[in-house]
C-alpha cells in the first residue's frame, strides 16, 4: 500500500511560512511529502529543507516525491529532538518550521497499525516503530517509544487507564471504560483493537451512543497520545523551535483536538508574553523580553470545499507566530 496523505491547509500554510527563496525551512512531521514539495517549489538552488518524520514510510515517500529537489535532508526522528537534529546536522537558523501534528490519512487506513477502530488489528498505535534506536535523549524516551497499545491496555492500573481517557481523550465514561477494561483483561489480554471496541461498548450505555460519533474515537485518540507521549513534547518542542528560527522566521502548527491546539496557543502567548512580573507593577522589572509575534489571534481552518474534499480536515486548525 503505497503511502497516501491529503496535506491539510495547504495553501493557509505556504503563504503562512512567508517563504524566503534562499532560507532554510524544516518540516517537522512530513508525512507524504505533500507541504513539503510545495515548499521546494518556492525554493532557489541556495534553500533548503529538512523533512523529518518517525514514520519509515512517510519517509520513504517523501524520498519519492521530492526525488527531484536536491537539498533536502531527510531525518528519521521526531521534533521534540529538533536541537540535536541541528547540531547533527551542522545548521544554523531556521528560515520557518512547519508541523503538522495530525495522524496521516495512511496510518489510519493501514490496519495493521491499529490506529482506526474501523479496521480489526494488533493493539499498536505506535507512529515510530523502530524502538530503541539513535536520538534517544533519556531512559524515560527509550520507554515511550517502546511501548504500544497493547502494554497501555493490559498493563496499567485502572487509575491510569481513567487519567489517559479523561485527560487525552475528554471521555465522560473514563471511570467506567476503565473499569471494564480492566475487568475484561482479567480474563485474557485485549489484543486487538475490535476486541477494545467491544468492551468499549459494553462499557457506554446504549442511550449515551447514540450522539452520532463512534463510541470508541475519544479512547482511541487518548490511547494514541498517550503511546505516542504526543501532549508531553509540544511546549517544549515549540520553545525549541523559535530558539532556533532567524529574526522574522515564521512557525506554523497545525492542530487536530482541543488539547493539542491549547497548548500550542498558549506556548506562543508565553513566547510573545513571557513576563512575569506581578500585575500592580508599572514597570517590568523580570527582564523577559517577548521572541514571538503571534501572526493568528484566531486559528485558520478549512474552508467548506476543503471539508468536502477531504473529511479528515473538519477539525484542523493552524496557528502562526514570527520570530522577533
Known amino acids: 500500500m503505497r503511502f497516501s496523505h491529503t496535506s491539510v491547509l495547504l495553501t493557509e500554510c ?3 511560512l512567508n517563504i524566503d527563496p534562499n532560507g532554510l525551512y524544516v518540516d517537522c512531521t512530513v508525512g507524504g511529502g505533500g507541504h ?3 515548499i521546494c517549489r518556492r525554493l532557489s538552488p541556495e534553500g533548503r529543507l529538512i523533512c523529518i518524520d518517525q514514520d519509515a514510510d512517510a519517509l520513504s515517500e517523501t524520498e519519492r516525491v521530492l526525488k527531484e529537489y536536491p537539498n533536502v535532508t ?10 540535536n537534529i541541528f547540531a547533527e546536522y551542522g545548521v544554523g537558523q531556521a528560515s520557518g518550521f512547519l508541523a503538522d501534528l495530525g495522524v496521516s490519512s495512511y496510518q489510519l487506513d493501514q490496519p495493521e ?4 477502530y474501523m479496521h480489526d488489528a494488533p493493539l499498536d498505535m505506535r507512529m515510530n516503530q523502530r524502538t530503541q534506536e539513535r536520538n534517544l535523549v533519556s531512559k524515560r524516551k527509550l520507554q515511550k517509544e517502546g ?3 497493547y502494554e497501555v491496555m493490559n498493563e496499567y492500573s485502572e487509575r491510569q487507564i481513567h487519567r489517559i481517557l479523561s485527560d487525552y481523550g475528554e471521555e465522560r465514561w473514563a471511570g467506567r471504560i476503565a473499569k471494564f477494561i480492566v475487568r475484561e483483561r482479567a480474563d485474557a489480554p485485549i489484543k486487538t483493537t475490535f476486541e477494545l471496541v467491544s468492551v468499549i461498548k459494553k462499557a457506554i450505555p446504549r442511550g449515551a451512543r447514540e450522539d452520532g460519533s463512534h463510541p470508541a474515537k475519544r479512547t482511541f485518540q487518548a490511547i494514541r497520545i498517550e503511546v505516542n507521549n504526543e501532549l508531553a513534547i509540544l511546549s517544549p518542542a515549540v520553545n525549541d523551535m523559535v530558539s532556533l528560527l532567524a529574526t522574522g522566521g515564521r512557525i506554523c502548527v497545525i492542530t487536530f483536538h482541543s488539547l493539542e491546539d491549547r497548548l500550542i ?19 517590568c522589572v523580570c527582564g523577559k523580553k517577548p521572541q514571538l509575534k503571534i501572526i493568528t489571534r484566531k486559528p ?6 476543503e471539508i468536502e474534499n477531504n473529511r479528515r480536515a473538519h477539525s484542523a486548525k493552524l496557528r502562526i507566530a514570527e520570530k522577533l
Open 14 to 16: 505556504i503563504a503562512g
Open 36 to 38: 513539503s514539495s510545495e
Open 74 to 83: 531527510l531525518v528519521a526522528d521526531n521534533f521534540c529532538n529538533i536541537k
Open 113 to 116: 497499525r491499529g490506529f482506526s
Open 147 to 149: 511501548i504500544s497499545a
Open 265 to 283: 496557543k498558549n506556548a506562543f502567548r508565553n513566547l510573545e508574553n513571557p513576563c512575569i512580573c506581578p500585575k500592580d507593577l508599572p514597570l
Open 300 to 305: 485558520i481552518l478549512p474552508g467548506e470545499r
